[in-house]
């Protein structure tokens, strides 16, 4: 996924990275975002990533599976990225 650089920064969804932080920063929201839709895989019939270069975020998302209801949402911003990787890796030590 490309991300718009901007003066000042690389401006991923509704946040400016700065510019030497912003492949490891998309690297890891990637790495999140796989491992997010890994586990919503496990109670959801499908699973979806949604609202990519908004103000609102880009999102994980994974429908029920009986009905078209949304059973998780999860967004990427840079907070939830953090503790879903800690939360990896405690997992797997």
Do not use: H
């Amino acid at each position: 996924m490309d991300y718009p650089i901007t003066r000042g920064g690389v401006l991923a969804d509704a946040w400016l990275i700065p510019s030497e932080e912003a492949e490891a920063c998309v690297r890891r929201r990637e790495a999140c975002a796989a491992q997010l839709m890994a586990e919503i895989k496990t109670f959801c019939s499908r699973d979806f990533r949604d609202l990519a270069q908004t103000e609102d975020d880009e999102v994980v998302w994974g429908e029920a599976v009986f009905g078209a209801e949304r059973s998780s949402l999860v967004f990427l911003n840079p907070q939830i990225v953090e503790n879903v990787m800690e939360a990896a890796k405690k997992r797997n030590c």
